[in-house]
Nanobody
Framework: QVQLVESGGGLVQPGGSLRLSCAAS????????IGWFRQAPGKEREGVSCISSTDGDTYYADSVKGRFTISRDNAKNTVYLQMNSLKPEDTAVYYC??????????????????WGQGTQVTVSS
């Protein structure tokens, strides 16, 4: 069964950090580009960051540039999103997606091959 599972979300104070994980099962992430997306209540889904499977190229939305870092560990079949200097406006459900098209992930134009179930990130004092 092809599956993506996110973990690592939680409640954190402003200025804090979290590391999200996106673990794949049933398929090899080596052959897929991965994107992180988020959706806050009442807002549209927003692309956060992407990482290429071919050359390691990365993309970040302006709102997270300099604060978030995406990385992948192919040996663990997992992609990470390190989130530092978190702000209340980062509060959302975070999802990872896998797709053979890096351009489509960066553009946010689905549907994508696979989505995770999401993990809640809440930034509040």
């Amino acid at each position: 069964q092809v599956q993506l599972v996110e973990s690592g979300g939680g409640l954190v104070q402003p200025g804090g950090s979290l590391r999200l994980s996106c673990a794949a099962s049933g398929f090899n992430l080596d052959y897929y580009h991965i994107g992180w997306f988020r959706q806050a209540p009442g807002k549209e889904r927003e692309g956060v960051s992407c990482i290429s499977s071919t050359d390691g190229d990365t993309y970040y939305a302006d709102s997270v540039k300099g604060r978030f870092t995406i990385s992948r560990d192919n040996a663990k079949n997992t992609v990470y999103l390190q989130m530092n200097s978190l702000k209340p406006e980062d509060t959302a459900v975070y999802y990872c997606a896998a797709d053979p098209s890096y351009r489509r992930l960066v553009a946010g134009f689905g549907p994508f091959d696979s989505w995770g179930q999401g993990t809640q990130v809440t930034v509040s004092s």
